[in-house]
Nanobody
């Protein structure tokens, strides 16, 4: 089992930046594509972005494309979500997740493609 722990959330003004981290408890996390999802109050959990296990491919939701960047540092068993030009509508609980299958060369945009989930970290963007 892989345990995922997010950090880096907080309160920021519109236009500001935050960097979220997702640390995995085991080194074999490096074999899995990783995704970031978010859930705002009263809304469904939605895909934000993802990265393959090699880091060679990334994918983003249209709403964050050009503002958010995903990266990973396998030596530290950590995935990052750099969020720039934040907007009030980015306010949500952000969670990271590990793909259901190891060594996937694709980034799943569906919740069903992920098996391990973190507890999430709150991001609040004030206007």
């Amino acid at each position: 089992q892989v345990l995922l722990v997010e950090s880096g959330g907080g309160l920021v003004q519109a236009g500001g930046s935050l960097r979220l981290s997702c640390a995995a408890s085991r080194s074999n996390f490096n074999n899995y594509s990783m995704g970031w999802f978010r859930q705002a109050p009263g809304k469904e959990r939605e895909f934000v972005g993802g990265i393959t296990w090699t880091g060679g491919r990334t994918a983003y939701a249209d709403s964050v494309k050009g503002r958010f960047t995903i990266s990973r540092e396998n030596a530290k068993n950590t995935v990052y979500l750099q969020m720039n030009s934040l907007k009030p509508e980015d306010t949500a609980v952000y969670s990271c997740a590990a793909d259901l299958r190891p060594y996937s060369t694709l980034v799943s945009t569906s919740k069903a493609g992920y098996y391990y989930w973190g507890q999430g970290t709150q991001v609040t963007v004030s206007s």
